[in-house]
């Protein structure tokens, strides 16, 4: 089981901040991939990857990034801190 | 070293006097202050968002990339979220170093790099509606110059 979280507006394209889900996916792309095909409102808020940021267990990192042993994938736009 | 993430204000004037004192072997402090702008008018508040399990940890590691960087004595990183209005303090920085070339170099090092690897999400609430603000170009070619 993992832990998918959504911030901004990938939080609202979804409609909800946070899902566990049983998943075989081996990379963050591919779970991606899962969730497009999912429903609409996820293939609305990953249609375009450049738009969007991903961490795995709370470290930026990019969408090849292996999913084994990992808890908690996040999903959200370009941070605007500051 | 210092971070602090968190829904209040801070009282600037406390913060900085706190950072300041007893420190005579640092030459240098810079302070600098995020405030919310209005930038076209209208903007009734600013949601600032974030993500709790990462955020601290995030801003910590920037900072020891500052420390790694330069010589400093010590920094202080405030950062707010939640509701803010136009005028109120999102965010500040404190940086002491010896000579003042590190206090400020640092202290925008941290800047820069606050806008585009802290986990914060900006979202505009206007007479007219809503928008989350876009990260710019220019904040990811800051980076670069580090």
Redesign the interface.
């Known amino acids: 089981m993992i832990d998918v979280v959504y911030f901004a507006w990938v939080r609202e394209r979804i409609g909800l901040p946070k899902e566990r889900l049983d998943t075989t996916s081996a990379t963050v792309r591919e779970l991606v991939t899962e969730l497009r095909a999912r429903e609409d409102r996820y293939e609305a808020a990953f249609a375009d990857l450049s738009a969007l940021r991903v961490a795995v267990d709370q470290e930026l990192t990019d969408f090849d990034a292996p999913l084994a042993g990992v808890r908690e994938v996040a999903f959200f736009p370009p941070m605007t801190g500051g | 070293m210092a971070v602090r993430v968190q829904d209040k204000d801070f009282d600037l004037g406390a913060e900085v006097a706190a950072f300041c004192r007893g420190r005579a072997d640092m030459g240098a402090i810079v302070t600098f202050t995020?405030v919310v702008r209005d930038v076209g008018g209208g903007l009734k508040h600013m949601l600032i968002?974030h993500?709790p399990?990462?955020t601290q940890?995030?801003i910590e590691k920037i900072e020891a990339e500052a420390v790694q960087r330069w010589s400093l004595g010590d920094s202080l990183i405030i950062?707010r979220f939640g509701a803010l209005e136009p005028g109120d303090r999102?965010?500040m920085v404190a940086t002491a170093a010896p000579h003042r070339a590190d206090a400020f170099q640092a202290a925008e090092f941290l800047?820069d790099y606050?806008?585009?690897?802290?986990?914060?999400?900006?979202?505009e609430v206007t007479d007219t509606g809503e928008s989350?603000?876009?990260?710019k170009d220019e904040?990811?070619d800051a980076l670069n110059r580090w």
Do not use: C, N, Q, T
Request: charged share 25%; aromatic share 14%.
């Open positions: 995020g968002e993500y399990a990462m940890a995030a950062h999102i965010m800047m606050l806008k585009s690897r802290a986990p914060f999400w900006k979202k989350w603000v876009s990260a904040d990811e």
